[in-house]
């Protein structure tokens, strides 16, 4: 798992639209949709509801969300502590 996918996973959680979210990253939304799967298949969870006119976190996609956003604090943190 990459840091930038922890990135890309809250942003999306929060703002809940791929395209939005993929154009704030640089990426197409094709990529980043591909980067959500292979979490999804890592992680042995699946974190968003998608159809074609919504996109929603799942209850696992909420407790990832938790546990994902104290990763990226502690890695922000530490990078700090570098300065």
Do not use: P
């Not at 980043?32 to 999804?40: C, G, N, V």
């Not at 890592?42 to 919504?54: N, P, Q, T, V, W």
């Amino acid at each position: 798992m990459r840091i930038q996918t922890l990135y890309e996973f809250l942003v999306l959680s929060e703002k809940l639209n791929f395209t939005e979210t993929a154009k704030g990253f640089f990426l197409s939304q094709s990529v980043l949709s591909d980067h959500i799967t292979k979490l999804e298949k890592e992680l042995s969870a699946k974190l968003f509801i998608r159809d074609r006119h919504s996109v929603r976190l799942t209850e696992e996609g909420h407790i990832f969300k938790e546990g994902a956003a104290k990763i990226v604090a502690d890695y922000e943190g530490a990078l700090e502590q570098l300065d």
